[in-house]
């Protein structure tokens, strides 16, 4: 770990492991790599779309569970049951 050329190698080691990382140096010399803080935003709607039965219960565990608010979650089901009943 020591030998890591940079903390964000250090951060990934951390994360992902010393031997992936050693890969993932080798394959992907030069190559930039980022990731959005909100990469996992389709994934948690997805989710919320398919478990939130509309209770008030519900949308406090999704809303801790997803790092997203409760406001948010019940905008998105509302917008979710109006687009359901204009078709």
């Known amino acids: 770990m020591d030998n890591l050329?940079?903390?964000?190698?250090?951060?990934?080691?951390?994360?992902?492991?010393?031997?992936?990382?050693?890969?993932?140096m080798c394959e992907l010399q030069g190559v930039n790599i980022s990731v959005p803080q909100n990469a996992t935003l389709p994934a948690k709607i997805a989710y919320i779309q398919d478990?939130?039965?509309?209770s008030k219960q519900s949308r406090v565990k999704l809303s801790k569970l997803c790092g997203l608010s409760e406001n948010y979650i019940f905008r998105m089901y509302r917008k979710k049951i109006n687009d359901t009943t204009k078709r």
């Open 51 to 54: 478990v939130y039965d509309g």
């Open 5 to 24: 050329p940079n903390e964000d190698m250090k951060i990934v080691a951390n994360v992902i492991g010393l031997e992936a990382t050693i890969k993932i």
